[in-house]
T-cell receptor
Framework: DAGITQSPRHKVTETGTPVTLRCHQT?????MYWYRQDPGHGLRLIHYSYGVKDTDKGEVSDGYSVSRSKTEDFLLTLESATSSQTSVYFC????????????FGPGTRLTVL | DAKTTQPPSMDCAEGRAANLPCNHSTISGNEYVYWYRQIHSQGPQYIIH?????ETNEMASLIITEDRKSSTLILPHATLRDTAVYYC????????????WGAGTKLIIKP
């Protein structure tokens, strides 16, 4: 168990409302990632972080922002949710020093009505 | 990043070896091959990775062809719990370790 939790696990919200998803790790890993997964597709990278206050965009970053003020927390914010952001969101951390495998949280199912 | 081709689905009988192929003919010399799987509704799980030598761990074996253009993941004694989508992902360990995910292979283990 890589010690990754995500909250909330499920959320239903309305178009135009702000939403923040939280990823928390207990392993003190430097790299953290946010992905989204839509039905029948693989994961797509939204944003990632390589340290406190160090973040960068992935392939589908439009409409999303992130923050990392502490090593253990990586927040994903949808400033104004749209129906196209209905998806399952996964957080991941990269493994122990010297290893570059990613370990994933349980996911957050977000529905935007 | 190299592109991959995996069969969309495969069946395997419980207790038999499951062999999952992956074609990565455009892989570059510094790209490793990573395998992950995703059981329904769960987060993906790392299985194994390799560069050019065959690798084995407690979950699976990875066979990489000499020209590195393809690889095969082997689950030696498949169980019903191995039913999942399996992803083959070449990665150069650069670019802050970003992984590019395809559609993977849906493996169904049948009793």
């Amino acid at each position: 168990d890589a010690g990754i939790t995500q909250s909330p696990r499920h959320k239903v919200t309305e178009t135009g409302t702000p939403v923040t998803l939280r990823c928390h790790q207990t392993e003190n890993h430097r790299y953290m990632y946010w992905y989204r997964q839509d039905p029948g597709h693989g994961l797509r990278l939204i944003h990632y972080s390589y340290g406190v206050k160090d973040t960068d965009k992935g392939e589908v970053s439009d409409g999303y922002s992130v923050s990392r003020s502490k090593t253990e927390d990586f927040l994903l914010t949808l400033e104004s949710a749209t129906s196209s952001q209905t998806s399952v969101y996964f957080c991941a951390i990269m493994g122990l020093a010297g290893a570059d495998t990613q370990y994933f949280g349980p996911g957050t199912r977000l529905t935007v009505l | 990043d190299a592109k991959t081709t995996q069969p969309p689905s495969m069946d395997c009988a419980e207790g038999r070896a499951a062999n999952l192929p992956c074609n990565h003919s455009t892989i570059s010399g510094n790209e490793y091959v990573y395998w992950y799987r995703q059981i329904h509704s769960q987060g993906p799980q790392y299985i194994i990775h390799g560069l050019k030598n065959n690798e084995t761990n407690e979950m699976a074996s990875l066979i990489i062809t000499e020209d590195r253009k393809s690889s095969t993941l082997i689950l030696p004694h498949a169980t019903l719990r191995d039913t999942a989508v399996y992803y083959c992902i070449p990665n150069s360990r650069g670019s802050n370790y970003q992984l590019i995910w395809g559609a993977g292979t849906k493996l169904i283990i049948k009793p």
